[in-house]
């Protein structure tokens, strides 16, 4: 597997740039600040503006329970909450990864 | 302090101790684990005796409070003479509601303020810029213009209270605004008290809020100390930080060796500008962290005092008494609380605000049970201020000064901390200080694999935390129950941009144009910036106004990889 880490800070626009860029199989964001709301809507949008829509993104953070429903309707595939194990995220990463380049070739 | 007779004696029973009574003990119960260990991997024994200390010299390593090398407390009677400050790092939406948070704290018995500001003011952005969207208001209060600290600190007395800024690039700014709103409430230079956190380092090391490459980053760092040193007698220009090193991972001693080694890199960098060790060191405040691990932490504040005055008073030659002072402030590790069954979050702060209060601190900060999910709830904050209270006139723990002090186990430990410590601080020297160890990312990799080791051994159950690998629960119930303070984040940040954009019309456009102009001169001229920010935000230049003009003189700071 390979990582890109794109560092501390990036907007929404400039993530969905460097997964186009990268041709990425899997977009992970991980936001602490609470902000997560309006900033997972702007980068859902500005990917399905770009006309991706086959690129399954998971956020990670101190996310409270009520936005979860909200975030999941934004089309992100999956969230993970404090108190998940590594493994349990490399291997949900791993999954999407392999998913996602089956249906490619189908 | 112990006969060499009796020592031996003990030595012998010892020996014959460990093949009969903990041979019968061990037969009947196996230890919980293997080995032993505190939270930053010191390995531990079962019991620790006067052998363990027998080459600990009294008057070297501990002497009296208030004295040299003031491992027991900077003050002879600590707490018996004035409690430690109650310091709640507050501030959330926008300045209205946070002017209400910390009227609300000061009715409650809060004897200090300590504001948090959101992240567009952390790194110096206008809450109308668009990298700001989403984030106005969020995880502290939003700061653009002189404007908005007005409105915080309408009806607070500025010259009865102190307050900590936790505010680092932008500290130039937002120390000029606290200045200018109290020079309009008619409050002296002479007494205007507070800190501005202004410590650069921890910004690349751990907590990331940087913006200025550093060297510059440095540089203005020393502007705002040296000015503050001249014309602020009260202020603590610098709050030289390992609570944010610890919270991004690091181990005790790691917290404490990096910190202080900033601190070194800090002191020779005000000495380069000709300043007098004596007329700055008193003047610089430390901030630590209280974990979990309950003796490592009070030994952590313990070995800290020790090596400061040792630093200050041999390696600097500092003459005064109060420049061998580490005096700090303490937040309670908010890396230890957790989402899952929040309200045990509450026990974990009484814990460690505890290790604080008997490691001798300042001040200090108490996190509320909601802290993994926002930013705390009038409940929330009342519950980890009362903690305080109860422990400063409940528990007796405040009455006598350092109680701690001759346990055989907190005294081993002490200098154990402190011995690693220094064997990292050689380390950073020889690399040539800390900048340069900062700029070879260093610090960066140690704390990066710490924090995995840590990780790993949560998974792996060498380390447990309840709740979390250990007496999990699978409801959510508990979690629904606490209380969450509830912003209209959208609101907040369209009022802000308002303000704003009443403010860009009708200010003196000329006059902020002019201060800025000025302001870029004396950048580039390599002049201390303090008084022309000050000039500037007088006039209601914005924060991102000023930090625009600082970016283009100084740049700014794209992390490399780590790896």
Redesign the interface.
């Known amino acids: 597997m390979e990582v890109i880490y794109t560092g501390v800070r990036q907007t929404p626009e400039q993530v969905v740039e460097t997964a186009i860029q990268e041709d990425v199989d899997v977009i992970g964001v991980s936001i602490l600040s609470g902000a997560h709301i309006t900033l997972m809507k702007r980068l859902m949008e500005n990917l399905r503006a770009k006309g991706v829509h086959d690129i399954p993104v998971f956020l990670g953070g101190t996310i409270p329970l009520p936005d979860i429903s909200e975030i999941e309707g934004m089309g992100i595939d999956r969230v993970f909450l404090p108190g998940t194990s590594l493994q349990e995220i490399v291997k949900y990463v791993y999954d999407a990864a392999l998913n996602k380049r089956k249906k490619k070739h189908e | 302090m112990f006969n060499e007779e009796a020592l031996e004696e003990l030595e012998d029973k010892i020996r014959k101790w460990e093949k009969s009574t903990v041979v019968k003990s061990l037969e009947r119960f196996r230890e919980r684990m293997e080995k032993f260990t505190t939270l930053s991997g010191i390995t531990i024994k079962n019991v620790y005796t006067p052998l363990d200390v027998r080459d600990i010299d009294y008057f070297d390593k501990l002497g009296l409070p208030g004295e040299y090398p003031f491992t027991r407390g900077i003050h002879a009677t600590m707490y018996r003479g004035r409690l430690w400050t109650m310091r709640m790092f507050s501030g959330y939406g926008s300045p209205e509601d946070t002017n209400k948070r910390l009227k609300y704290l000061i009715a409650h018995g809060e004897t200090g303020l300590s504001l948090a500001f959101d992240?567009p003011t952390l790194?110096g952005l206008d809450a109308d810029d668009?990298?700001a969207?989403?984030?106005v208001g969020?995880?502290g209060v939003s700061v653009s213009s002189l404007k908005d600290m007005e409105i915080i600190y309408n009806g607070i007395d500025m010259s009865s209270i102190t307050t900590n800024m936790t505010i680092n690039p932008p500290a130039p700014v937002l120390l000029s605004m606290y200045v200018a709103t109290a020079e309009k409430q008619g409050v002296t230079y002479e007494r205007i008290g507070g800190t501005t956190q202004n410590d650069p380092l921890k910004e690349f090391i751990a907590q990331?809020s940087y913006v200025f490459p550093p060297e510059p980053a440095v540089k203005i760092s020393m502007d705002v100390i040296e000015w503050s040193i001249k014309n602020l007698p009260l202020w603590n220009p610098i709050s030289i930080s390992g609570y944010h090193i610890r919270e991004a991972g690091a181990t005790a001693v790691q917290e404490l060796a990096f910190t202080i080694a900033d601190g070194i890199e800090y002191v020779r960098q005000l000495i380069l500008r000709g300043l007098n060790v004596d007329e700055f060191a008193h003047r610089l405040s430390f901030f630590f962290d209280a974990h979990i691990n309950f003796f490592e932490e009070i030994a952590k504040f313990r070995a800290a005092r020790r090596m400061w005055a040792k630093i200050m008073k041999e390696w600097f030659n500092a003459e005064k008494e109060r420049s061998l002072w580490l005096r700090f402030h303490t937040q309670t590790a908010g890396v230890s609380l957790?989402?899952?069954q929040p309200f045990n979050n509450i026990v974990r702060t009484t814990i460690e605000a505890l290790a604080a209060v008997l490691g001798g601190t300042q001040s200090l900060h108490t996190n509320s049970l909601d802290e993994?999910?926002?930013?705390p709830s009038e409940f929330g904050a009342k519950i980890a201020l009362r903690t305080q209270q109860i422990i400063a006139y409940e528990t007796g723990v405040a009455d006598v000064v350092d109680p701690l002090a001759g346990s055989y186990y907190i005294e081993w430990l002490t200098d154990e901390i402190e011995e690693q410590a220094w064997k990292y601080i050689d380390r950073i020297e020889k690399m040539g200080g800390m900048l340069e160890a900062v700029k070879k990312g260093y610090p960066q990799r140690e704390v990066t694999e710490a924090s995995y080791r840590f990780?790993?051994e949560v998974?792996e159950r060498k380390k447990f935390i309840v709740g979390?690998n250990i007496y999990v629960e699978g409801g959510?119930e508990e979690?629904?129950n606490v209380p969450?303070l509830d912003i209209n984040?959208?609101e907040i940040e369209r009022r802000q941009v308002e303000r704003l954009r009443k403010l860009r019309m009708e200010r003196n456009n000329e006059a902020v144009q002019s201060a800025l102009n000025k302001l870029s001169k004396a950048a580039s001229r390599n002049e201390n910036i303090m008084p022309y920010v000050l000039d500037a935000v007088k006039s209601y230049a914005t924060l991102g106004e000023i930090m625009n003009v600082l970016k283009e003189v100084y740049g700014i700071w794209?992390?490399p990889?780590i790896y």
């Open positions: 992240y790194i668009p990298q969207c989403g984030e969020v995880c990331k957790t989402a899952q993994p999910f926002r930013v990780q790993k998974e979390v959510e979690i629904r969450l984040q959208e794209v992390e990889p």
